[in-house]
């Protein structure tokens, strides 16, 4: 039986996004004691299924991770409502009321939680994208040896696709427009690092290529050559999906609508979450949502604030974690910028992997580790808390010390 919710709360709330992040909010809504009517509604057919091994497991998994099993969330057991295959075509006001405008009817509610993640950007119509089931699909069946792939876009998805593709023998050539891989994820010196990866890999990486025109299996480059493959998979990025707020809730010109910690947009009675927010943390700034960690733990402090309950003093930094070419790589927090003030990056040669610490007035805001699972869960637990902690830069350069103990009083 749902324990009763706090009293003030909406009666009604519409969840809209199929995925992690819609899932997570009806979770933490009941979990919180909320026992108002719940609907969900989501664009794919199928339950929710968990992204990440879309690419990282294209080969070795044929079927989704339904988070159903993984999390132990079963929609239909938590929301009164289910809608799926049903795509939110707008939003709107009616007197108290706020109306989701469906290709399937209207859905009114009391509030509203944008979940809808984001879609592929899709520059040439004959490049394939990775980014639901059906797209992992088709691609699973092209992948195959004796064929030649040819991703476009040396960032996560393009580099964790290269790897599986080349660890099952397969001919992988990457074109990437900036100087290195992840050079806008990571930045250019951190990304630099990762280029031997494909070497290693067998995989062809071509940096500072400009992609103009892809005409079947042909990729045309801005100097005239051609590159020619069995398939091309375009991975040059994602877009939030927020076209259906149009009107009522502002958007940045990147798609992402702004929300406060909790995920409380500018609109009375709309909190947006997961991929298409840019959420204001405590310690970073405001940060894209675009990462599974987001999706896994910002629901919480959504559904917090929707029951009127008070949010958690500390919280974790924002994590993106990857698995490519044979390495496994984590960014926390936020990454300074060249030419910061006051920004410093100390590299930690540490046992069979590396980390970049990321400093800002001698307080680490961020980092970068690859194939080191205790500094990752030092790091970790050092971003977590109500303030950063200062770092003696000195010692933290030294990968002897454990970084806790290259901590300022």
Do not use: C, N
Request: hydrophobic share 45%; no cysteine; proline share 6%.
């Amino acid at each position: 039986m749902r324990a009763a919710a706090p009293q003030g709360v909406p009666d009604r709330v519409i969840v809209v996004g199929g995925g992690l992040a819609g899932l997570r909010t009806l979770a933490e809504l009941r979990g919180l004691g909320f026992d108002g009517e719940l609907v969900w509604v989501g664009a794919e057919t199928t339950p929710a299924y968990d992204r990440p091994p879309l690419s990282k497991e294209l080969l070795s998994r044929p079927e989704p991770l339904w988070l159903a099993e993984d999390l132990g969330h079963q929609h239909t057991e938590l929301a009164d409502a289910v809608h799926l295959g049903r795509a939110a075509t707008g939003l709107r006001r009616d007197g108290g009321a706020l109306i989701v405008s469906t290709d399937a009817g209207e859905l009114a509610a009391d509030a509203v939680v944008a979940a809808t993640g984001s879609e592929p950007v899709r520059p040439w119509p004959d490049a394939v994208a990775l980014h639901s089931a059906a797209d992992a699909t088709h691609l699973r069946e092209q992948v195959r040896p004796g064929r030649h792939v040819v991703i476009i876009g040396a960032g996560w998805i393009g580099a964790e696709v290269a790897g599986v593709a080349a660890g099952a023998g397969i001919r992988v050539t990457v074109l990437e427009a900036g100087s290195a891989p992840l050079w806008r994820q990571l930045g250019e010196v951190a990304g630099e690092r990762t280029r031997e990866w494909y070497t290693t890999a067998g995989v062809e990486l071509r940096t500072d290529v400009i992609v103009t025109e892809v005409d079947g299996g042909t990729v045309t480059l801005d100097d005239g050559s051609t590159v020619t493959g069995d398939i091309v998979l375009s991975a040059v990025g994602v877009r939030p999906a927020t076209g259906w707020l149009d009107g009522v809730v502002p958007t940045l010109a990147s798609g992402h609508v702004v929300t406060d910690r909790a995920g409380a947009t500018a609109a009375p009675g709309v909190w947006a979450v997961g991929d298409i927010a840019m959420r204001e943390t405590l310690h970073f700034g405001a940060v894209p949502g675009g990462h599974w960690f987001a999706a896994l733990r910002d629901p919480a402090l959504v559904a917090a604030d929707i029951l009127g309950l008070p949010l958690p003093p500390a919280e974790a930094a924002p994590e993106v974690f990857s698995d490519q070419l044979g390495h496994h790589l984590e960014v926390f927090g936020r990454l300074v910028r060249d030419g910061e003030p006051g920004a410093a990056r100390v590299l930690r040669t540490l046992d069979g992997g590396w980390s970049e610490l990321h400093v800002s007035d001698q307080r680490l805001v961020g980092a970068v580790v690859v194939d080191a699972p205790r500094e990752v869960a030092a790091v970790r637990k050092l971003l977590r808390g109500e303030a950063l902690p200062r770092l003696d830069l000195a010692l933290a350069g030294d990968p002897a010390v454990a970084l806790r103990a290259a901590t300022l009083p």
